[in-house]
T-cell receptor
């Protein structure tokens, strides 16, 4: 079964501190993993995907197949990073692609 | 601002009534999706459609129905059989195939009175 777990519902850090949002997954095949973000009063939008291996807004995420994790990290948090973050896994069900989302982590950056 | 639109933004319904949520996209995407967003539960897939005139049940399809008569439209009907319909509903679309980003609409908040 496909499953995504974000163990922290709420995470609060101070501005300038490092931040790490945890994501663990279970999937029998080769996973595609994503981080989506929802800022206040804005739409849910893609932040980054593991296949791109890119840094977006200072965030990075590395797929660790051994630990089945895809944690989101940023070395120095900024106030504008406050948002709801969702980790998502794409698997193939009968040839169709669908996303499975984690429960989400609300990140608050304190000034 | 094009992309994906959902209407209405807020919707109130009496118990026992069916209600239809609209989702339209002008991105020429083949695939469209409906999710339900509840606090502490993330997004759960209700229905998805990979192509016109075809759709599949997601993880929580009971009490919901959809149609896909046009590429740009994917309406969701919340029927009276849905036991806990009060929620925030999100529509999304994407190109078909791997690694394609899903683009989300602004959502509809449904409240059953």
């Amino acid at each position: 079964a496909q499953r995504v777990t974000q163990p922290e519902k709420l995470l609060s850090v101070f501005k300038g501190a490092p931040v790490e949002l945890k994501c663990n997954y279970s999937y029998s095949g080769s996973p595609e993993l994503f981080w989506y973000v929802q800022y206040s009063r804005q739409r849910l939008q893609l932040l980054l995907r593991h296949i791109s291996r890119e840094s977006i807004k200072g965030f990075t995420a590395d797929l660790n197949k051994g630990e089945t994790s895809f944690h989101l990290k940023k070395p120095f948090a900024q106030e504008e990073d406050s948002a709801m973050y969702y980790c998502a896994l794409r698997g193939s069900i009968q040839g169709a692609q669908k996303l499975v989302f984690g429960q989400g982590t609300r990140l608050t950056i304190n000034p | 601002d094009g992309g994906i639109t959902q209407s209405p933004k807020y919707l109130f319904r009496k118990e026992g009534q069916n209600v239809t949520l609209s989702c339209e996209q002008n991105l020429n995407h083949d695939a469209m999706y409906w999710y339900r967003q509840d606090p502490g539960q993330g997004l759960r897939l209700i229905y998805y459609s990979q192509i016109v005139n075809d759709f599949q049940k997601g993880d929580i399809a009971e009490g919901y129905s959809v149609s896909r008569e046009k590429k740009e439209s994917f309406p969701l009907t919340v029927t009276s059989a849905q036991k806990n319909p009060t929620a925030f509903y999100l529509c999304a679309s994407s190109l078909r195939g791997s690694y394609n980003e899903q683009f989300f609409g602004p959502g509809t908040r449904l409240t059953v009175l």
